[in-house]
């Protein structure tokens, strides 16, 4: 599976950004998807995930704040970052489980001014 990310950028603190990952096969089967990030000098980190039945997971810096969600049909997963701090500077990762293998996209950066 080839993870496409996209929808990076800069933003001030406070707004909002959409990022996509296109995957190169059809997602309804896929098991799980997700986005990790990894800031400067830190370990890449689970942001939030989301199940083929569409149950989602969020790390509690994210949660009310952040909405993962998936288009079966564009094949297609999107993280919606809203109320964005200078913390979730980042390169964000979209994140595949499929057939017991982890698949990675290329990293997209979101930097958050303040």
């Known amino acids: 599976v080839q993870l496409q990310a996209s929808g990076g950028g800069l933003v001030q603190a406070g707004g909002f950004l959409r990022l996509s990952c296109a995957a190169s096969r059809s997602i309804n089967t896929i098991a799980r998807m997700g986005w990790y990030r990894q800031g400067p000098g830190e370990q890449r980190a689970l942001v939030a995930t989301?199940?083929?039945?569409?149950?989602?997971n969020y790390a509690d810096s994210v949660k009310g704040r952040f909405t993962i969600s998936r288009d079966n049909a564009q094949n297609t997963v999107y993280l919606h970052m809203n109320s964005l701090k200078p913390e979730d500077t980042a390169v964000y990762y979209c994140?595949?489980?499929?057939?017991?293998?982890?698949?990675w996209g290329q990293g997209t950066l979101v930097t958050v001014s303040s």
């Open positions: 989301i199940t083929k039945a569409g149950t989602t």
């Open positions: 994140y595949v489980f499929y057939l017991y293998t982890d698949y």
